[in-house]
């Protein structure tokens, strides 16, 4: 009999799910993610046409990223020798090619929606690209002064010949190549333009004084067109015989051997300092570079002529992103006020809001104050003895860290946990460091080994006598700025359970403390693996007793293979399930005998979608658990995570019915089909989008604002 019929007759049997068709790589998933982030560009009715031109230069920022760690790992791995399958059965050097084969289908995409699409929209709109080439003599002119007085004093030209080694590249840094020739000897001269970062990409030619184009029209110039054709100022006697742009993207990833460091910020800052000098991961060139000086460039910088990458257009689409400051907001998604229903409710006093009652916040559509005045507010009152807070993203010019600097200086012990290794955050992280530090607060960096991403915050404050602990417990960070665009859970509380448990975990985070077992959350790398896969495969049990099983995990991503087996047999057991996966997703749903009762779905849309969400049906007995941690080793295995229980009924049943709406969405939901493709879904049914059902909400008061008495 054909063993896979044999699977479907008797599926829980299945050689514990040891089929490498079961998962999908890791990486393709993820370029299959930003291809999904891409479709939101390509998309003529998606967005606002600047919008559009926003999710252009996100999907390109991503796959830099997505390069200088993912894919420089790969290539490390395959220089090694490591001939180790990932999940789905691929060598490294597989996983390369294919990832290669897909990113040159979606630059020829995105670039055919930008120019093809975007551009001559942009242009009915009075918005237009210019080529230098395009303009009149006179404005020529007036350009050639604006790049003598505004440009050239910022340019390094560096000549290439045995008395100047080929310069150093540096990360995503744009590059003009230029061959020269001497108009004394006809010797032909090799010379290196490095395109400033420090001056902005795309030049607005109506902010330039002195250029009239006798209409009130926008024209952008791009910064390197401007360079390429004044060259001959910055090598005079020589002719420009040829000159083309590259990129380059080296490997970012910062290796730290933290038992070996006396001094862990001292080695990030060291570590942040060799990112730049990262071997070459990709090399960025048009298809008018000709082979002879792609030759020098593969030579010189040490290229497979694998990385190398031929894109049409411009390079380093991501500075695109500039283009959000033109103020034409009928081009733009419509601004919102969020609801802050503490500042209704309570006149913003945070303190005695909680006290009547836990607050669930959902950022965006709920504002992220209450969560800056809680610590505002904190840091001035008197009866508030100590502050301690974990922080991982809080961005620049954090209102928060400034309150938590002023509660030092207003005599409150403060302990701040600062993530130093939060990827690309390191430098931004080491100077909050240092300037609580420098106030006197309690500053430490986390456990050696493991990434602190959990995000607590616990107030001690005397009441009548007493102590009362506060807490604020988030699926986001610290930081105002993403909490406008990104979806993330706020959980404001006193519970004296929940304030014990986060009490040890900051213990263990600060001092010696060995402490492993919490009452109410569950805590990585401790158990929550363990306690997931426990509650999975109780629904199944539940389900056998009762029937009507249900899960629904909300996360960014899901990689860890023993939870994937754990919902596969949950699968089998009957049990259904809903998967809201906005990134990576190893799990194949629809699989017959094995995942048939699975669903993925994922949410791009006009916020990021970011919060973590893990219901289960539990017999009947609802059981919710938020937090930080996603469904992957390094949040399993490598990072302090928390999740926390959300114990209101009614709280609780506010979650899961915006999960459910999430589920119901068919206008910025894509679903995973069997073979580890996405389509969007599309159904009969009235549309519904399911964040402008949150945005347009009348009032959220009436259901995520529920002010119950404390208790668990």
Request: proline share 4%; charged share 25%; net charge negative.
């Amino acid at each position: 009999m054909d063993q896979n019929a044999e699977s479907v007759k008797a599926p829980v049997k299945i050689q514990g799910f040891e089929n490498p068709s079961y998962y999908i790589n890791r990486e393709l998933s993820w370029v299959s993610f930003n291809q999904r982030v891409l479709e939101e560009a390509l998309s003529p009715n998606a967005h606002p046409l600047l919008e559009r031109v926003k999710f252009v230069s996100i999907f390109s920022s991503n796959l830099d990223e997505f390069f200088m760690i993912r894919v420089a790992g790969l290539q490390d791995q395959y220089e090694a020798g490591i001939q180790d399958r990932s999940i789905d059965g691929l060598t490294p050097q597989e996983q390369i090619e294919k990832i290669r084969e897909r990113v040159l289908e979606q630059f020829r995409q995105r670039n055919d929606c930008f120019y093809n699409d975007i551009c001559p929209q942009l242009s009915r709109t009075g918005i237009d690209f210019v080529e230098y080439q395009s303009l009149d003599e006179t404005q020529k002119e007036n350009l050639h002064g604006y790049f003598r007085n505004e440009i050239f004093p910022v340019l390094t030209p560096l000549a290439v010949d045995p008395g100047h080694p080929f310069p150093f590249v540096s990360n995503l840094s744009l590059n003009l190549a230029v061959e020269l020739e001497d108009l004394e000897t006809q010797a032909l001269k090799f010379a290196r333009v490095k395109v400033p970062s420090i001056l902005p990409r795309l030049l607005r030619l109506d902010t330039i004084e002195g250029l009239d184009f006798g209409d009130d029209r926008i024209r952008i110039l791009w910064l390197e067109d401007l360079i390429q054709n004044n060259l001959e100022q910055l090598f005079p006697h020589m002719r420009v015989v040829q000159c083309h742009p590259f990129r380059v993207i080296r490997d970012a990833d910062i290796e730290i051997e933290e038992d070996e460091a006396g001094d862990l910020l001292e080695t990030i800052e060291k570590g942040i300092r060799s990112r730049r000098y990262g071997k070459v991961v990709r090399l960025d060139v048009t298809p008018a570079m000709p082979q002879s000086v792609r030759k020098i460039l593969i030579k010189n910088l040490e290229v497979n002529p694998e990385s190398l990458y031929e894109i049409s257009g411009a390079l380093g689409a991501s500075d695109l992103m500039e283009m959000m400051k033109i103020e034409k907001p009928e081009l733009k998604d419509e601004p919102f006020a969020p609801d802050n229903p503490i500042e209704e409710k309570f006149g913003g006093d945070v303190f005695g809001a909680i006290r009547q009652g836990d607050h669930l916040l959902y950022h965006p559509y709920d504002s992220f104050q209450p969560v800056v005045d809680l610590i505002n507010q904190a840091a001035n009152d008197p009866q508030v003895l100590s502050i301690k807070q974990t922080l991982y993203r809080v961005g620049s010019n954090s209102p928060i860290v400034k309150s938590l600097m002023n509660a030092v200086e207003q005599g409150k012990q403060v302990a701040v946990l600062v993530e130093l290794k939060a990827r690309f955050d390191e430098e931004n992280n080491i100077g909050w460091a240092r300037a609580l530090e420098d106030v006197g607060a309690h500053v430490v960096y986390g456990l050696v080994g493991l990434k602190t991403h959990a995000k607590l915050t616990l107030i001690v404050r005397r009441e009548h006598g007493k102590l009362r602990r506060y807490l604020h417990l988030g699926t986001g960070n610290y930081n105002p700025f993403t909490a406008k665009i990104y979806t993330d859970y706020s959980y404001l509380t006193s519970n004296d359970l929940l304030a014990h448990d986060v009490s040890e975990l900051f213990n263990a985070l600060t001092g010696y403390s060995k402490h492993t077992t919490y009452r109410k959350l569950i805590v990585s790398p401790v158990n929550t693996r363990q306690r997931i896969i426990e509650m999975i495969d109780r629904e199944v049990e539940w389900h056998k007793k009762e029937g009507n099983g249900r899960i629904i995990m909300k996360m960014n991503a899901l990689v860890d293979r023993k939870i994937i087996k754990a919902l596969y047999r949950a699968s089998c057991g009957g049990v259904s399930i809903d998967l809201i996966i906005r990134g990576i997703c190893c799990l194949v749903p629809g699989i017959q005998g094995v995942s048939e009762n699975i669903r993925v779905i994922s949410i791009i849309g006009r916020f990021l979608e970011h919060s973590r969400a893990y219901y289960f049906r539990n017999g009947g007995m609802d059981e919710l658990f938020l937090g930080s941690a996603d469904i992957m080793p390094r949040n399993l295995d490598h990072r302090v995570e928390a999740l926390f229980p959300i114990m209101d009924k009614e709280l609780i049943e506010v979650v899961k019915s915006e999960l459910e709406l999430i589920i119901s969405d068919n206008v910025k939901a894509w679903g995973m089909n069997a073979d580890g493709t996405y389509s969007r879904i599309t159904n009969n049914e009235p549309e519904v989008n399911s964040q402008d059902i949150f945005l347009n909400q009348a009032s959220r008061k009436k259901s995520i604002s529920k002010f119950k008495v404390n208790g668990l």
